[in-house]
T-cell receptor
């Protein structure tokens, strides 16, 4: 069964600094990978997704993620963060064989310091 | 553009009471989901429905039941609420641009407190 590990529960960074949020997954088959963002008191919304093809995926708000099959990772990066990026970020995985079952990680809270 | 609508937004129950969380989507999505969100544990899948007429257990189904009433609606029922079910519940629906590649659209959440 697939699982997702987000290694950092909280990541504090200064405004305009780069950030990387880590995500590792466990699966015995090929996977689809997602990052979702949750702003305070809201539901989750899709940031980006990897289905196939290029391992570097670009999403909304300047975020990107790289799929690394050998390291079973899908880390999220942004070269320069803004106060508005303050949110909780969730990595998620699904398998083509379990077409509709989507499993989330425990989340990483990104806090931006001015 | 309603998307996914959940009701109620807030609810306080006493231990042993029952209640139903309602969810409706207007995007003609086939799949619908119920998750719970607890601090430090992320989102955990309770039940999902891949298509109208089918439901499947997720990671934490105990204490819950679901009904896929039609393509639009997917309800979650707590038959005998327990304090451990205090949580924020999210309903979601999905489109699948490729088999298995489900992109979720979430509702705003329902905050449930069980005393």
């Amino acid at each position: 069964a697939q699982s997702v590990t987000q290694l950092d529960s909280q990541v504090p960074v200064f405004e305009e600094a780069p950030v990387e949020l880590r995500c590792n997954y466990s699966s015995s088959v090929s996977v689809y990978l997602f990052w979702y963002v949750q702003y305070p008191n809201q539901g989750l919304q899709l940031l980006l997704k990897y289905l196939s093809g290029s391992t570097l995926v670009k999403g909304i708000n300047g975020f990107e993620a790289e799929f690394n099959k050998s390291q079973t990772s899908f880390h999220l990066r942004k070269p320069s963060v803004h106060i508005s990026d303050t949110a909780e970020y969730f990595c998620a995985v699904s398998e083509p064989s379990s077409a509709s079952k989507i499993i989330f990680g425990s989340g990483t809270r990104l806090s931006i310091r001015p | 553009n309603a998307g996914v609508t959940q009701t109620p937004k807030f609810q306080v129950l006493k231990t042993g009471q029952s209640m139903t969380l309602q969810c409706a989507q207007d995007m003609n999505h086939n799949s619908m989901y119920w998750y719970r969100q607890d601090p430090g544990m992320g989102l955990r899948l309770i039940y999902y429905s891949a298509s109208e007429g089918t439901t499947d257990k997720g990671e934490v189904p105990n204490g819950y039941n679901v009904s896929r009433l039609n393509k639009r609606e997917f309800s979650l029922r707590l038959e005998s609420a327990a304090p451990s079910q205090t949580s924020v519940y999210f309903c979601a629906s999905s489109e699948a641009p490729a088999p298995g590649a489900n992109v979720l659209t979430f509702g705003a959440g329902s905050r449930l407190t069980v005393l």
